[in-house]
């Protein structure tokens, strides 16, 4: 299945119609950078972070690529060019030995019910540990897997266990416990930096909320009171189960957190509508 469901694909500054442009040139050595962005009455949110992240990942894979307004234009294009009003739309940069390209197009998205908001979501633990966790990199044989596992067991996500059994982010998106007034996640460096974790570890500051960072083995996760798991398409999301430890849904830091952050995304827009 074609990972595009847009009428067209920007690839490098080009146009191409709908499924006419292949999205990799499929070499196994190559390195595939990219950024998942949600988009809201038009807007792309929060484009500057992720553009910001995906120069960061550049980095970290040195790897040397275009200006962040050349990132930007594609964005823009791609938005227009395909009508998309709500939804999510990927940057992906892939850089083999002697080419770098670039494609920014619309993906399907799959963001929880309301019934899912209410009532939590359960989630599996599953060994798996990224080799640098904090660059933003396509592993597709592992994403492909990850789906496939999550379907079997039922689940929404899969929470990730290291090598020495301690829980570190999702599949596709972070982690957080809750204990008293206290936010538990696992050390920064050990996990990719999402741009929803970077505007909650910002409203917990505000709020006088701790976040504690420390490493969370698997057979220390009863004592948590709730657990919550964010990201671009989740938002934030209360976690009901993992595995067979149940968490209360109905966490009032949980409930603070998500208040704050709509209010986030509602002033961004608000100022990328004037700016725009």
Known sequence: MKENIGNFIIANGKLFINNSCQLSNG???NIQLYEVMRVIDGMPLFMEEHIERLLKSATIKEISIKSKEYYYEQI??????????????????????????????????????QEQYEQGVD???????REEPQAKVLVPDWRK??????????????????????????????????????????????????????KI?????????EIIEQEIPKHDISP????????????????????????????????????AYHLIIDKYLENARIHS
């Open 224 to 259: 948590f009171e709730a657990a919550f798991i964010s990201g671009t398409s989740p938002n934030i999301l209360s976690i009901r189960q993992i595995d067979d430890i149940n968490y209360d849904v109905d966490n009032s830091i949980i409930k603070e957190l998500s208040t």
């Open 145 to 198: 897997k990850a789906e496939e596992i999550k379907k079997e067991k039922n689940v929404y996500e899969l929470l990730l266990l290291n090598k020495q059994d301690c829980i570190t982010e999702g599949s596709k998106s972070n982690l957080f416990f809750i204990k008293g007034n206290k936010l538990y996640t696992s050390p920064s460096e050990t996990i990719l930096q999402g741009i929803t974790l970077q």
């Open 76 to 113: 823009s294009e791609c938005i227009k060019i395909n009508s998309i009003k709500n939804g999510n739309i990927k940057l992906k940069v892939e850089q083999n030995a002697d080419k770098q390209d670039c494609y920014c197009y619309h993906i399907a998205h799959k963001y929880p019910t």
């Open 27 to 29: 070499l196994p050595n």
């Open 201 to 209: 570890v910002e409203i917990a500051k505000e709020k006088n909320i």
């Open 123 to 129: 989630v599996a633990l599953y060994p798996y540990e």
